[in-house]
Each structure stands twice: as C-alpha cells, then as structure tokens.
C-alpha cells in the first residue's frame, strides 16, 4: 500500500500534478469596450483584485479594456467560442445572439431610477433573463449599473421635431432602432469603439449614452449639444463561457463567485458617483452645450416615444413588458 502510494505521488510529480502550489494559474480574459475609468472598467479592476485575493493566485484574470481585444460583436463569437473566458456586454447587444428578452432594459423611460432596476435584477425575473443565456453556452453571473442616457448631436434637440432626419449611431437593439425611428430619425448600429471617429467625421450626426461614457471616449469634444434627458439605460449581464464556468474546481468556482458578488456591490455603490463625476467634468470643459430640458418639453419627449411600446411588444413580448413594469412598481408603492 504504501509503495503504492509514493509510486503514485512519483508519477503525479513526474505529470506535473504535484498540486497547486506547482500548477500554471488558470486565465480568465476579461474583455469589454470602454475605459477603465468608467463604472464598468473599475468593476472589472475590482473583479481581478479580488478573484486574484480569494484563489490565493490561483486563478489571473486579464482585463483587457477599451475593446482592445475584441469589439462588440467579436467579443461576444469569441466568448462562445473560448478565446475569452468573461466579458460584461450591455443589455441591448444580446439581440444578435438570438435573445430578444434584454431588449426589454432599452424602452425608454421604463425605469425611473436605479432603485427600481435594482427589484427587477435582483429578483426572479432577472434570474430567469440570466437563465436564458445558458441555450447559447453563456452563464450570466451578474448585472452592472452604468446610468442613464443622454442624448448628444451637433444641433440641439430639444423638442421631438429636432430628431427628424437626424443620424444616430445605437446599439445593436431592435428597440432602440424603434426609438430613434419613433423620433423621425435615422438609426444605424455601430460599435462602441467606433463611435468617436463616426462623431467626428459626420458619418453619424450624433448618439446616446451616459455620462461617463461620453466623458471617458471624448465625444462631448465632437459634439456640440448634449440634452439631458435620462430617456433610457445602460447596464450590463457579466457573462462567462458556459462550458469553461462549469468546468472549473468547486472551490475555485465558489471563490470567483464571491468575488463577483462584491465586485457587484462596488460597481453598483459606485456607478452614479462615476456618471455625476463625468457630468461635472464636461460641463466644466465648455466644450458641449448641456441642455436641460423643462417638464414640458420632457413629457412632449415621453409621448413622441410611446410607440416603442408597442413596436417592443412584438419583439420581447407583452408579458414581459408587463411583467417588468410591475415588478418595477412594487418598489415605489
Ligand atoms: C455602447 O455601446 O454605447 C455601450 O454599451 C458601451 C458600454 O459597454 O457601456
């Protein structure tokens, strides 16, 4: 038995298994598209501190930011198919892999705080959304908080009837197409990382986005006008590959759990200062005009969008929309 046993642990040895103090760490690359100065980007900073902390080096995380690895849709093929282990797409780019449901986040004005957002993530319905990436070998780990859009051109909008005729660069959303077609204007779908370039040139007149994404990519520098409108929001599903999550040691699985859990709570405690930050720092810049909208002309901006509703309903489902509104209710009553 016992020559058996240190015959064993030679062979183990000889393989290289001799245990994890010997072993390579294993290597999560962490892919996604905007600074690292941004809610997302000092999540994922987060995230690698403290899965790095809880593995005890077991486990390298490489975050690779500013889609300098991948950019929108590549990233998402290159998740399904391995050569990245973990990105954290926004919730309107999960159309083109077949699910429609995520779309639900972009109707506009659906949320009116992050308060509300936090009872539909948190509770069974973002569950079962999460649920649903697993047909396309993705496990959905968590939701990230950026904030809420504004819209930016180089004319001002102000009433509805300024958006007619102008190009915005979206997302690769069904309901956002339906948005900016509900204002007379003329979407088309363009990656994150090519944004500025597109601002800049004229190819697109202008966007929407958060505060700190505008900030962070510059764009308030190609951009004369920037309304507040809060019309819409931007989060993220942080995703893993499904076979490569399921595949990992128990423990090591339960630690990155953990660190993802608190790596949550940091970006949600902190999204809101990261957008209020930015804000502050273009308006201090001079660089675009912030228009601020009256209650007047913000109730003219919700009606000229009502459509969408009903355009969305077609595409993620009534029940859905329904669904999402009262669970979004219940927290205010
Ligand atoms: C966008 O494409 O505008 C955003 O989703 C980018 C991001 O990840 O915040």
Known sequence: MRTFAIAASVAALALGLAGPANADPIIIKFSHVVATDTPKGKASEK????????????????????????????????????????????????????????????????????KTLR????GPLGLRLLKLLDSKGITGLAYWDNGFKQMSANKKLVTPADYQGVKFRIQSSRVLQAQFKALGSLPQVMAFGEVYQALQTGVVDGQENTWSNIYTQKMHEVQKYITETNHGYIGYVVIVNKKFW?????????????AMKEATDFNNAQSQKENDDAFAEIKKSGKS???KLTPEQDEAMRK??????????????????????????????
């Open 47 to 114: 995230f690698k501190e403290l899965a790095e902390k809880y593995t005890g080096g077991k486990v390298k995380i490489e975050v690779y930011p500013n889609s300098s690895l991948y950019k929108d849709k590549e990233e998402l093929e290159a998740l399904q198919l391995g050569s990245v282990q973990m990105l954290a797409p926004s919730n309107s780019k999960f159309g083109p892999l077949g699910i429609r449901e995520f779309e639900v986040f972009d109707l506009p004005y659906i949320l009116p705080d992050l």
């Open 289 to 291: 005009e912030i228009i």
């Open 304 to 333: 000229a969008m009502e459509p969408v509703y009903k355009d969305a309903a077609s595409r993620v489902g009534q029940p859905l929309i329904d669904e999402f509104l009262k669970e979004s209710k219940s927290t205010t009553n």
């Open 246 to 258: 399921d595949e990992l040691p128990a423990d090591i699985r339960d630690q990155l759990s953990k």
């Open 119 to 122: 009872k539909v993530t948190e």
